[in-house]
């Protein structure tokens, strides 16, 4: 086993995610044309950000705090989890561009970016006069 991980270390291999732009060009409904290889894999790395329910009740939470911002210190309490687990799940949201995050004095308060959630929301509504059957 640890000849595996040495090798997947020598390649680079890191289950971090690398940064998305938010502001990437929007893509059309998946019923209207393919996406192509570059928007998909843009696409999967925020789509598997919040395919983790910690990381989805975090976004939920963030994007319903009146305001709609929250700091780190509403959000730890709700969860059965250490700080460190939180701000790792808090980071690999920031990284995905689903969020920001604005230090104050020693707390960070973080806000949702609409434009990415606008962008997971195209490629999954179809288009208008579109039939989609289950």
Known sequence: ????????????????????DAGTECCSPLVREPLSAAQAADLAKVFKAVGDPVRLRLLSLIASHDGGEACVCDLTGTFDLT????????KVLRESGLITGERRGTWIYYRVQPQTLARLSA?????EGSVVTA
């Open 1 to 20: 086993m640890d000849v595996k991980i040495e090798v997947c270390l020598d390649r680079g291999v890191s289950k971090q995610l690398p940064m998305v």
């Open 83 to 90: 700080g460190p687990t939180i701000s790792h799940h808090l």
């Open 123 to 127: 490629v999954l509504t179809p288009a």
